[in-house]
């Protein structure tokens, strides 16, 4: 990471009480300097942190919104919850995986698009939902769902 990543870290650390409280906007900084968080920026961030990496690691891999492998430019993040499942989630993948040619946990081979299919993204009002490069959309038709990745450059 940069040195002005890890001065943005060493202030987030900074304002508050507990280390782990910095944790989860430390890593969404690293993740917006490199496009994801690689073995590497966990370690660092723990460092930072003066955090186990285990428990880095830990709470990158909990939630959806950190990537700890490479993904494309936009991320298309599809909820498999059971709300959005009862609303037709997966007739929604089904149709995008086909549009961009890709399965879920795929990138398409040009790195425009990655697909991953989600557990939850709290948003079961929207039923069934999406995130495309941190926006929510829902609820989305199948139609919707293939429009919004034809539409992103």
């Known amino acids: 990471m940069s040195e002005r ?4 870290i060493r202030a987030l650390r ?5 280390a782990q409280s910095a944790l989860l906007p430390a890593l969404l900084r690293a993740q917006e300097e490199l496009g ?5 920026a966990l370690a660092e961030v723990a460092r930072l942190l003066d955090l186990p990496v285990e428990v880095v690691a830990e709470v990158a891999s909990f939630y959806t919104l950190i990537f700890t492998e490479p993904v ?17 989630a997966e007739e929604v993948r089904r149709r995008v995986e086909e549009r ?4 879920a946990g795929q990138t398409t081979p040009d790195g425009r698009v990655t697909l991953l299919a989600v557990e939850c993204l709290a948003a079961c009002d929207e039923a069934p939902c999406a ?14 769902a293939v ?5 992103l450059p």
Do not use: K
Request: charged content about 20%.
């Open 131 to 144: 995130i495309v490069d941190e926006q929510r959309y829902g609820p989305l038709t199948p139609e919707a």
């Open 5 to 8: 990543a890890q001065s943005d």
């Open 36 to 40: 994801w968080v690689p073995p590497e």
């Open 72 to 88: 494309g430019r936009h991320v298309v993040q599809l909820c498999t919850n059971v709300s959005c499942l009862l609303s037709g």
């Open 14 to 18: 900074a304002r508050y009480p507990v």
């Open 100 to 103: 961009l040619g890709i399965r």
């Open 147 to 151: 429009r919004l990745v034809e539409e």
